[in-house]
């Protein structure tokens, strides 16, 4: 894809309580690193031992790869069958419990990586494009919010819907009962009330004619292990207005959303010098970014400064990092995760998976007992 | 054209292509590079006016093309209308000679 057009139960005993206990000897937290691959295969990968624990199969042709995950880390919520179904998978033993046909009869409904779950892990939610399909044209309808029970099982139908903003892509929820939707704009959406408030503006923002409109991209989700949303953008900052792109400033930025509260920060991060597919926080420290595309970057946002640039072997769209910050893993296009040092950025390991993970997230489960 | 301002650099050179003189520079390319006459989505100049921020391999960017339906006119839509193309090809750096052109009415 192009950027110019510019993500604890009795069943741990047989996933092994040795690699448990040698994982995580300061704390009984697990985590998991999940990515999909075609033709349709959900990995879990301990991330103790960067091992494949289990591939489940996936029902349905292959979709994006989206991955939402329960909160309690046991459950991921699969976008499936070219983007229309969602399947909730359980990681430890790869049962099916949820599934959502979001097509019906002549309506055909894509979600482009929208899915979410709330955070009390209660509701799932989706951005549906719907097109009815006639006999001699297709009927474009209006995307809306689909709320579904996640108890409701297998064959769930939505419970609320709301009109949305068209061009949603990634979506996340917010302990305080909203949406997070990333379009031409950042907004958020009451899942009660319908109620849509601006977070960030981007295609509306006003920052007069010496900046350029910025291009963002929200395409991964993969916030969990700082609890935020992350939308990347690229602007310019002109030196009059005359608008010469010679000698005009050109910046990455972003739009930051804490998760606990909705509320977001916006700045300018570092020079626009390479391309950047997704950018992630050190759970450390939030002015350390890392970045993935044909490179691997760390990223130091209070000094504006790039610290390290590691040439990849390819492209690699993706990228999550673990609970204590000191791993980094890099994923999707193809079929390898590699994994570095983040404080070097040095490879120091990789994970082959049996298909490409093409436009795949990233995710990372984390189970607490 | 003239009434219209270029904003980003990618504009920029797309105004600069569409001006006369620069059509022979163009025309001058006849060189096919490996498959990118009909498959390769990365065929175009990225955010710096070059290739090297392009995804690389093409192998890499795939199906990342095909199943967003995100470049429908270099590589098959498989998230609508040929969600079969990638069968038996779970690899596309492996394999990507399986892949197959899209032939209407079985030919």
Same mark, same amino acid.
């Given at each position: 894809?192009?950027? @110019?057009?510019?993500?604890? %139960?009795?069943? *741990?005993?047989?996933?092994?309580?040795?690699?448990?206990? &040698?994982?995580?000897?300061?704390?009984?937290?697990? !985590?998991?690193?999940?990515?999909?691959?075609?033709?349709?295969?959900?990995?879990?990968?301990?991330?103790?031992?960067?091992?494949?624990?289990?591939?489940?199969?996936?029902?349905?042709?292959?979709?994006?790869?989206?991955?939402?995950?329960?909160?309690? /880390?046991?459950?991921?919520?699969?976008?499936?069958?070219?983007?229309?179904?969602?399947?909730?998978? &359980?990681?430890? @033993?790869?049962?099916?419990?949820?599934?959502?046909?979001?097509?019906?009869?002549?309506?055909?409904?894509?979600?482009?990586?929208?899915?979410?779950?709330?955070?009390? /892990?209660? !509701?799932?939610?989706?951005? $549906?494009?719907?097109?009815?399909? *006639?006999?001699? =044209?297709?009927?474009?309808?209006?995307?809306?919010?689909?709320?579904?029970?996640?108890?409701?099982?297998?064959?769930?139908?939505?419970? =609320?819907?709301?009109?949305?903003?068209?061009?949603?892509?990634?979506?996340?929820?917010?302990?305080?009962? !909203?949406?997070?939707?990333? /379009?031409?704009?950042?907004?958020?959406?009451?899942?009660?009330? /319908?109620?849509?408030?601006?977070?960030?503006? *981007?295609?509306?923002?006003? =920052?007069?004619?010496?900046?350029?409109?910025?291009?963002?991209?929200?395409?991964?989700?993969?916030?969990?292990?700082?609890?935020?949303?992350?939308?990347?953008?690229?602007?310019?900052?002109?030196?009059?207005?005359?608008?010469?792109?010679?000698?005009?400033?050109?910046?990455?930025?972003? %739009?930051?959303?804490?998760?606990?509260?909705?509320?977001?920060?916006?700045?300018?991060?570092?020079?626009? $010098?390479?391309?950047?597919?997704?950018?992630?926080? #050190?759970?450390?420290?939030?002015?350390?970014?890392?970045?993935?595309?044909?490179?691997?970057?760390?990223?130091?946002?209070?000094?504006?400064?790039?610290?390290?640039?590691?040439?990849?072997?390819?492209?690699?769209?993706?990228?999550?990092?673990?609970?204590?910050?000191?791993?980094?893993?890099?994923?999707?296009?193809?079929?390898?995760? %590699?994994?570095?040092?983040?404080?070097?950025?040095?490879?120091?390991?990789?994970?082959?998976? %049996?298909?490409?993970?093409?436009?795949?997230?990233?995710?990372?489960?984390?189970?607490? #007992? | 054209?003239?009434?219209?301002?270029?904003?980003?650099?990618?504009?920029?050179?797309?105004?600069?292509?569409?001006?006369?003189?620069?059509?022979?520079?163009?025309?001058?390319?006849?060189?096919?590079?490996?498959?990118?006459?009909?498959?390769?989505?990365?065929?175009?100049?990225?955010?710096?006016?070059?290739?090297?921020?392009?995804?690389?391999?093409?192998?890499? #960017? *795939?199906?990342?093309?095909?199943?967003?339906?995100?470049?429908?006119?270099?590589?098959?839509?498989?998230?609508? &209308?040929?969600?079969?193309?990638?069968?038996?090809?779970?690899?596309?750096?492996?394999?990507?000679?399986?892949?197959?052109?899209?032939?209407?009415?079985?030919?």
């Amino acid at each position: 894809m192009k950027l @110019n057009t510019l993500v604890k %139960s009795s069943l *741990l005993a047989p996933m092994g309580i040795a690699a448990l206990m &040698s994982a995580a000897p300061a704390s009984a937290d697990q !985590e998991y690193l999940l990515t999909v691959t075609r033709p349709g295969q959900l990995h879990v990968i301990d991330m103790a031992t960067n091992k494949v624990e289990r591939s489940c199969d996936i029902p349905g042709k292959f979709g994006s790869g989206s991955i939402a995950l329960a909160p309690n /880390g046991k459950t991921a919520y699969v976008l499936s069958n070219m983007t229309e179904d969602v399947y909730g998978i &359980s990681i430890q @033993n790869c049962d099916i419990t949820f599934h959502v046909a979001q097509s019906e009869g002549n309506i055909r409904v894509k979600s482009v990586q929208s899915i979410t779950v709330s955070t009390d /892990g209660t !509701e799932l939610y989706t951005v $549906q494009n719907p097109v009815r399909h *006639l006999p001699d =044209r297709f009927e474009i309808l209006e995307p809306k919010l689909a709320v579904y029970k996640i108890a409701d099982g297998m064959g769930a139908k939505p419970v =609320r819907s709301f009109p949305v903003e068209r061009r949603i892509t990634k979506i996340a929820a917010t302990e305080t009962g !909203e949406v997070i939707l990333g /379009g031409g704009d950042v907004t958020a959406i009451n899942t009660q009330t /319908g109620a849509v408030r601006m977070v960030t503006a *981007l295609q509306n923002w006003d =920052r007069g004619p010496l900046w350029a409109p910025p291009d963002a991209f929200a395409m991964h989700s993969q916030g969990e292990q700082t609890n935020e949303y992350l939308m990347p953008y690229s602007t310019a900052k002109f030196e009059d207005e005359s608008m010469n792109m010679e000698t005009a400033q050109w910046w990455w930025g972003m %739009s930051r959303v804490n998760l606990t509260t909705g509320e977001a920060e916006r700045m300018e991060t570092v020079p626009f $010098q390479f391309i950047v597919f997704n950018f992630l926080t #050190d759970p450390r420290d939030s002015n350390i970014l890392y970045g993935s595309f044909n490179t691997l970057s760390k990223h130091d946002i209070s000094k504006h400064e790039t610290l390290i640039v590691h040439e990849m072997p390819h492209t690699y769209y993706n990228l999550n990092i673990s609970g204590d910050g000191k791993t980094i893993y890099v994923g999707g296009t193809s079929s390898d995760i %590699s994994i570095h040092d983040s404080e070097t950025l040095d490879k120091i390991g990789s994970i082959q998976l %049996s298909g490409d993970m093409t436009t795949s997230d990233l995710r990372v489960a984390t189970i607490r #007992d | 054209m003239k009434h219209l301002k270029s904003l980003n650099k990618k504009a920029h050179l797309i105004n600069q292509a569409v001006s006369p003189e620069d059509v022979e520079d163009v025309v001058a390319m006849q060189t096919v590079v490996g498959c990118t006459a009909t498959t390769d989505p990365g065929w175009e100049l990225d955010p710096f006016g070059g290739l090297g921020s392009l995804c690389q391999p093409m192998e890499s #960017d *795939l199906y990342g093309c095909a199943d967003a339906c995100w470049w429908p006119a270099q590589v098959p839509d498989t998230m609508n &209308s040929y969600p079969d193309w990638g069968e038996g090809v779970a690899k596309a750096d492996k394999d990507w000679r399986k892949l197959d052109g899209i032939f209407e009415d079985g030919e």
